[in-house]
């Protein structure tokens, strides 16, 4: 008996939609994309192999490198309190144009004193400028101070806890990292995010 022969169909796929699909993607992470600023000194982040994104809003990241410290804040509002509530407790009044532009500033490490000096300088005159690192010695523990009013302001505006990372550099003495932690469990603060960086991608906080 002979075989029924079954006709044979093309294997052709229409792209059209998938290409629609991926270039509406595209589209969407390039204006959604959130640029990366550069560090206020070059840090050279650990590796890990554990990638989680950065937050946008409730988030504060201590940057420690060449033996310094900086602090930066997500958000204008949470800046803009920071600074005014800081200010109330060095007894320093700061103007509406420069709460407006420390609004801007994503993150600095210039005692509480030079602080007016900072912000009277340009952006790129701020990206020059040899930042001295924030006090967070016995004598004078500006960074307490700022990560204490920084989650007070985020609790006030927003009703939550803030979130706080550390990013140092991986060649940075433990001594310096260590302060940053006792600082932190001071305000009892045991839950933290670690900064590091993972194959091929950016920094990412790897909780603790």
Not at 102 to 113: A, D, H, N, R
Not at 138 to 144: K, R
């Amino acid at each position: 008996m002979a075989r029924i022969k079954v006709p044979r169909k093309s294997t052709a796929i229409d792209m059209t939609a998938m290409c629609d699909v991926a270039f509406l993607l595209l589209t969407f992470f390039i204006l959604t994309a959130k640029p990366r600023t550069d560090d206020p000194v070059p840090i050279d982040v650990p590796r890990s192999s554990i990638q989680q994104p950065v937050p946008d809003e409730n988030f504060a990241t201590v940057t420690v490198g060449s033996n310094k410290a900086f602090f930066g804040i997500e958000g204008t509002d949470l800046r803009k309190a920071t600074l005014e509530q800081m200010g109330s407790i060095y007894k320093i009044g700061f103007t509406p144009e420069e709460m407006k532009k420390f609004s801007g500033v994503e993150s600095f490490g210039v005692p509480i004193q030079q602080m007016k000096q900072f912000l009277a300088l340009s952006s790129e005159q701020q990206r020059k400028f040899a930042q001295p690192g924030i006090p967070r010695d016995s004598v004078s523990n500006e960074l307490f101070n700022w990560i204490r009013e920084a989650r007070k302001a985020t609790v006030a505006l927003h009703n939550v806890q803030m979130r706080i990372a550390i990013k140092g550099d991986s060649k940075e003495e433990y001594p310096v990292i260590k302060d940053v932690v006792g600082i932190l469990q001071k305000q009892k603060v045991n839950k933290f995010s670690l900064i590091t960086s993972v194959s091929g991608g950016a920094p990412a906080p790897k909780s603790k």
